[in-house]
């Protein structure tokens, strides 16, 4: 079962690959926000991009074939 | 005394208020330090750069926008490609025609085992594509030249050149912009053009100190940085990124620099480069024009007709010195103008101006067919004078 509170974060190689997503999901009406990365992921970029998880599928769908070296971290 | 400013090829004067809105805007709302922390200001600072490399990537036909590295200026673009690219061994073609932002690294690169080939042109700047390919070597690397002279106004055949490179399939096509990002339609991928170097405080209507290369795709695996340094990103490491764009760009970027270009680009964009194009070559042929009534009084360099050249005219009168003309025109009549070398030796040795080298007008987006024939009416008392 999914809290309806819980997400997802995209970690990227760099703040241009995160802001590349961004666009993306606005382009898509997907809702996220970008975010410091959290203490315990380690990431080669500071910043990650956080998403409901209810739209995990969306998101990686979104993504595919757009960017390449990108992660998705479920919290 | 309201000034005419003709030397838009040394940088563009005035920008469209909406550059300096931007970077105004910048500085006073944003301010942050894009991509380094993660709080709200430097995310939208990061957006700023982002939103300026998505728009240079769309008037270069570029599909991705990490394929552009900002620089400070065109020079660095070229020495980012050329030193990053050339080896000791390795075959270069270049032309006569070129500004020293290309033929001093290049000199320096062969005092360092690289082989130099300088394909003559004539004596209107004009390089024939099939000069270029027959100095074709085996290890021929890289071809480069620039896309209009910024002495004589000559558009050289880059697509035809491109062709050549391409059917060759392993050298390389540097193309220097300075002169053309923003004032003639660039395609890089139908050009066959591999590293474009561009400057954007020229006919993109940004500031100074800020400028840019684009790197085909897998080409930068092949080029190494000319810099090294925080970026960022893979901040837990102590060596450089080797993807785009960070590989290139290290160190706090000129934000508010990068502000404005964005600015200027989209304004050019809006108003499509094909329309810039026409209103700058109705500047050049009303000026041609009345050059045509001086005769022998005044010598032109470069192509007659206004379609074969950028708005840049390179001229000389009589017996009257180029610095002593510009000097005239300015305290006389406010026209601003540029004499000399223009950084280019090489091009006033292949058109006859060597050393004394010419007065040189360039025209821009917002001059005017009044200042036209303004500094064709200067011209006139200068001779009668």
Redesign the interface.
Known sequence: MIREDSFGVVLF????????A??IMKTENIPCK????PRRL?S????CMRFSAAQREQVERALAGKLE?FEIVML | MEVVYLDNAATSYPKPQTTLDAMMRYQQEIGGSPGRSGHRLSIDAGRIVHETRETLARLFNVDDPLRIVFTKNATEALNIALSGLLKPGDHVITTGMEHNSVMRPLRFLASQGVDLTVVPCSDRGEIDPDDIRAVFRANTRAVVLTHASNVTGTIMPIQEIGALTRTRGDIVLCVDAAQTAGALPIDAAAMGVDLLAFTGHKSLFGPQGTGGLYIRKGLDEHIGPLMRGGTGSRSEFEEQPDFMPDKYECGTPNTIGLAGLGAGAAYILAQGVATVREKEEVLTRRFLDHLQAFDGDVTLYGPRSAQDRIPLISFNIRDISPSDAALYLDEKWGILCRPGLHCAPAAHRTIGTFPQGTVRFSFGFFNTEEQVDLAAEALRNLLDG
Do not use: F, Q, T, Y
């Open positions: 190689e760099s703040v241009s690959h995160a802001l590349r961004e666009k970008l975010i410091p990365v380690s080669d970029c500071g910043v070296h």
